[in-house]
C-alpha cells in the first residue's frame, strides 16, 4: 500500500469511527440534544479535528449515517430481485432483507427513522436523501406491480400495498430484540405470509 492510499484508509477509518459514535449518541439522545461537544468528548477528539474529517458537522454527520444506512439497504433489496424471480419470491426475499438490517443495525435504523425531518431543510442534502429513500420503496412497488401484470397478485392500488409492506416491517425496529426467542428470519416469515396472503388472488374453485 502507498502512502497516499494508507493515509486515505485512515481518514475513512477515522470518518468511519466518528459516524459511529455519532449514531449511537443520536439514537439514543437524539439528534436535537446531542451537541457537537458531547460528539467531541466521546470521540476524544478536538472540534477542529472533528470538522477536518467532517465540515459539515452534526447535519453531515446525520446525511453519512442515513447514506450508509441507505446504501447497505440499496445493495440488499437488489440483490433480492431478479427478472427471472417471481414476484411473491422477490417480495419474501426484500422483508427477509429488511427485517435482517432492522434487527442487527437498530441504532441505525433508530436514527433513520426518527431524525430524518433534520435534514428537510437542508436544501443540498435532503434532494439526495429523499429520492434514495424513494428508490428503495419503488424496488418494491415494481415487485407488486410485476405480480399484478401477471396475474398472481390482487388489482389493489399499488402504491397503498407498497406502504402496507413497509408499514409492517418498519415499526419493528421498536420491539425487536436481537437476542430474542424470535429471530429476524421466523419474523420475516410471518410478514411474508401476512402480506402475500393478502396480497396474492384468491385460487378459482373448480366447477361444480
Not at 35 to 43: G, H
Not at 191 to 199: C, E, I, Q
Amino acid at each position: 500500500m502507498t502512502a497516499e492510499k494508507k493515509q486515505l484508509a485512515n481518514y475513512e477509518r477515522r470518518r468511519t469511527q466518528i459516524i459511529g459514535v455519532a449514531t449511537r449518541l443520536f439514537a439514543r439522545k437524539g439528534y436535537t440534544a446531542t451537541s457537537v461537544n458531547e460528539i467531541c468528548s466521546a470521540t476524544k477528539m478536538g472540534r477542529g479535528v472533528l470538522y477536518y474529517y467532517l465540515p459539515g458537522g452534526k447535519q453531515e454527520l446525520l446525511f453519512q449515517i442515513h447514506e450508509r444506512f441507505i446504501q447497505r439497504l440499496t445493495d440488499d433489496f437488489e440483490a433480492a430481485v431478479a427478472p427471472d424471480r417471481p414476484a411473491d419470491e422477490s417480495l419474501r426475499e426484500l422483508g427477509c432483507a429488511l427485517m435482517k438490517i432492522i434487527t442487527e443495525y437498530k441504532d441505525e435504523v433508530t436514527v433513520f427513522f426518527h431524525e430524518w425531518k433534520s435534514l428537510v431543510s437542508n436544501k443540498k442534502m435532503w434532494p439526495e436523501v429523499r429520492a434514495r429513500r424513494r428508490y428503495i420503496e419503488d424496488i418494491v412497488r415494481t415487485e407488486i406491480e410485476r405480480g399484478q401484470s401477471e396475474g398472481v397478485f390482487q388489482p389493489v392500488d399499488a402504491k397503498l400495498a407498497t406502504l402496507a409492506f413497509f408499514g409492517m416491517h418498519n415499526w419493528a425496529y421498536q420491539w425487536v430484540d436481537p437476542r430474542g426467542r424470535i429471530d429476524s428470519a421466523t419474523i420475516a416469515s410471518t410478514f411474508s405470509l401476512l402480506f402475500l396472503d393478502g396480497l396474492r388472488k384468491p385460487a378459482t374453485a373448480c366447477p361444480a
